[in-house]
Nanobody, 127 residues
Framework: VQVVESGGGLVQAGGSLRLVCTASGFRFDVYNMGWFRQAPGKEREGVASITWSGGSTVYLDSVKGRFTISRDNAKNTLYLQMNSLKPTDTAMYYC?????????????????????WGQGTQVTVSS
């Protein structure tokens, strides 16, 4: 099982970035996926999650209306489009998969609901 994030970088406040998570080693199209982030000195928090079919999503309140999670099951790829970025969005962003539930219809933002994690990609938003 492997999930690899990319697309992070340095951007000015108000700018946009698209994070990409490429998955391998498991059947991507039957498992829920999520994006998490961790800022220095803070706990890791769930940012967005999507069900296996892409039919349901859930977002952290502070990113609603700015971030969009999506997936392309034909390409085994998860995305996070981040618009109107703020300095408070600065963090390491992680992709995660929930291998404990097949075709689960409820997207969740708890770390406990995800079994496997990537190494992360850094997002830095300057003011």
């Amino acid at each position: 099982v492997q999930v690899v994030e990319s697309g992070g970088g340095l951007v000015q406040a108000g700018g946009s970035l698209r994070l990409v998570c490429t998955a391998s080693g498991f059947r991507f199209d039957v498992y829920n996926m999520g994006w998490f982030r961790q800022a220095p000195g803070k706990e890791r928090e769930g940012v967005a999650s999507i069900t296996w079919s892409g039919g349901s999503t859930v977002y952290l309140d502070s990113v609603k209306g700015r971030f969009t999670i999506s997936r392309d099951n034909a390409k085994n790829t998860l995305y996070l489009q981040m618009n109107s970025l703020k300095p408070t969005d600065t963090a390491m962003y992680y992709c995660a998969v929930d291998l404990n539930h097949v075709r689960w219809f409820v997207p969740r933002l708890s770390m406990a609901d995800f079994s496997d994690w990537g190494q992360g990609t850094q997002v830095t938003v300057s003011s």
